[in-house]
């Protein structure tokens, strides 16, 4: 069973910084896509940042293009998202997803949804003004 651990959520003021550690156990590697998705209190889950199994494609949402970074351990299947700059609208839960299907996390994020086989049970990150 495939098993996701999120943290390195927090509170930071506009401008800030925080890295997001996504563990996931009961995963093959190179089977399972892995990605980022955030929802924020009243909107639509959204996605952040997105990668094939052993991280060679990446896709971010438009709003996390030049300020975020999607990275990952393959060794120890760990995903990372390093988010800079940090805007009041970043404000929300962040989960960590992922899919049997290599190439679908990626596509959930060009397409806004967030439709994925499992998820972490999220971390929480708030920015100030």
């Known amino acids: 069973q495939v098993h996701l651990v999120e943290s390195g959520g927090g509170s930071v003021q506009a401008g800030g910084s925080l890295r997001l550690s996504c563990t996931a156990s009961?995963?093959?590697?190179?089977?399972?896509?892995l990605g980022w998705f955030r929802q924020a209190s009243g909107k639509e889950r959204e996605g952040v940042a997105a990668a094939t199994p052993t991280g060679g494609q990446i896709q971010y949402g438009d709003f996390a293009k030049g300020r975020f970074t999607l990275s990952l351990d393959n060794a120890k299947n760990i995903l990372y998202l390093e988010m800079n700059n940090l805007k009041p609208e970043d404000t929300a839960m962040y989960y960590c997803a992922a899919h049997g299907n290599p190439y679908h996390c990626i596509h959930q994020v060009v397409i806004g949804r967030g439709e994925l086989d499992f998820w972490g049970q999220g971390t929480q990150v708030t920015v100030s003004s």
């Open positions: 009961g995963i093959i590697p190179g089977t399972h896509c």
